[in-house]
């Protein structure tokens, strides 16, 4: 049982080059989410899915597209990288999204991506 | 706007209690209070997490006040191990986390 897993763990790009990070989860998680991380900050929630078939915009979501591709996986895609967008990324899951022990969410161990 | 305030930094000697104050005087009636913790280069780990009532798990205790506008993580016997950042966090609407900035705990050995 692995958990949350990304790929890759670590990317550099150049400005304007695009790129897709992976997320996938083997506990059978209806909702999944992508969070970044900036140096010394909390996670701001990029987007989130409720359930397959739906996604949902976050805090900060401009720059960023996702996709659900089945229930076990969820990509985050930079279509014109920035520098900006330097950050660590993490993907996350949960049962649910109300309730109480059902909205826990169980956290990847992050991309670290440069955009130079 | 902030949704939680946390002391940036704090330490505890090792095998002594710990509490940890959180700030989230906007809280709403539905508003979970959920307190992650974050080792160096890992994702957030779950620790705990309240409503209104105070709530008991093997990693720690959540102590939440009558007008729940805060919160106290309390760790009873901090070892090396728990030095890590730890975030408290609301839970509104749709799963959406707000975390803040979080405390820095170092455990003195």
């Known amino acids: 049982n692995a958990g949350v897993t990304q790929t890759p763990k670590f990317q550099v790009l150049k400005t304007g080059q695009s790129m897709t990070l992976q997320c996938a989860q083997d506990?059978?998680?209806?909702?999944m989410y992508w969070y970044r991380q900036d140096p010394g900050m909390g996670l701001r929630l990029i987007y989130y899915?409720?359930?397959?078939?739906?996604?949902d915009k976050g805090e900060v979501p401009n720059g960023y597209n996702v996709s659900r591709l089945n229930k076990r996986e969820f990509s985050l895609r930079l279509e014109s990288a920035a520098p900006s967008q330097t950050s660590v990324y993490f993907c996350?899951?949960?049962?649910?999204?109300?309730?109480?022990?059902?909205?826990?969410?169980?956290f990847g161990p992050g991309t670290r991506l440069t955009v130079l | 706007d902030a949704k939680t305030t946390q002391p940036n930094s704090m330490e505890s000697n090792e095998e002594e209690p710990v509490h940890l104050p959180c700030n989230h005087s906007t809280i709403s009636g539905t508003d979970y209070i959920h307190w992650y913790r974050q080792l160096p280069s890992q994702g957030p780990e779950y620790v705990i997490h309240?409503?209104?009532s105070n709530v008991n798990n093997r990693m720690a205790s959540l102590a939440i006040a009558e007008d729940r506008k805060s919160s106290t993580l309390i760790l009873h016997r901090a070892t090396l191990r728990d030095a890590a950042v730890y975030y408290c966090?609301?839970?509104?609407?749709?799963?959406?986390?707000?975390f803040g900035t979080g405390t820095s705990l170092t455990v003195i050995p």
């Open positions: 309240g409503l209104t």
């Open positions: 899915s409720a359930s397959e078939g739906t996604t």
């Open positions: 996350a899951s949960s049962k649910g999204t109300s309730g109480s022990s059902w909205a826990t969410q169980y």
């Open positions: 506990m059978n998680h209806n909702s």
């Open positions: 966090i609301l839970r509104v609407a749709g799963n959406q986390f707000y």
